[in-house]
């Protein structure tokens, strides 16, 4: 009997590990998509610099402020454009993982399935057990998303705040 590679994974106690075994094959789709993550939300930590940079030109009016202020400007226009391919980058990196993810997971689960006794499964309600498989592997897929969507974006803005704030008010 050979064991499948999700069984091998799995660490009841070490459960972050294992979902970090889960993705490892979709590493680089994975890296892909938290580095279109940056870009796409780079306007919510270059705004508010650059706001602020237009109000210092602007209350100090002081040599160069002119060119300053459309630096400052194109920035920030560049910054909101290119929010929009970035965006459509992330979702298609983080999904076709989290896809690939789902499709491995599955077809492990069915296999395991399978390889239990006819008289397990006259025991068992089927429609039941496949909804719970069902349930179980979007949990999964709703923890991925929300660890990127919150989890990396909070760790990412606090450390954005202290590199700014460093830079701005050593």
Same mark, same amino acid.
């Given at each position: ?5 999700v069984e091998i994974q799995f660490d ?5 590990? =294992?979902?970090?075994?889960? /993705? ?6 994975? &890296?892909?998509?938290?580095?279109? #993550? ?7 930590? %270059? ?13 100090? +009016? ?11 400007? &194109?920035?920030?226009?560049i910054s909101i454009l290119q929010n929009?391919? &970035?965006?459509?980058? #992330? ?6 993982? %989290?896809?690939?993810?789902?499709? +491995?997971?599955?077809s492990s689960l069915v296999r395991r399935?399978?390889?239990?006794? %006819?008289? #397990? ?30 989890? /990396? /974006? &909070?760790?990412? =803005? ?9 830079? +701005?008010?050593?």
């Open positions: 009997m050979q064991l499948d590679s009841g106690r070490r459960p972050w590990r =294992t979902l970090a075994r889960l /993705f490892w094959p979709e590493r680089r789709s994975v &890296a892909l998509a938290l580095v279109s #993550y940056l870009f796409k939300a780079s306007p919510v930590w %270059i705004l508010p610099v650059i706001t602020a940079n237009i109000i210092d030109v602007l209350a100090h +009016r002081g040599e160069g402020g002119l060119r300053a202020l459309w630096i400052n400007v &194109a920035v920030g226009a929009i391919p &970035a965006a459509a980058f #992330y979702v298609s990196f983080l999904s076709r993982s %989290i896809r690939n993810v789902e499709v +491995r997971l599955r399935l399978q390889m239990l006794s %006819i008289s #397990y499964h006259n025991r068992t309600d089927t429609g039941a057990m496949q909804t719970k498989l069902t349930r179980d592997v979007e949990s999964v897929e709703q923890l991925s998303r929300q660890v990127v969507d919150v989890g /990396f /974006f &909070a760790a990412v =803005t606090v450390l954005v705040t202290m590199v700014v704030t460093a830079w +701005r008010m050593p």
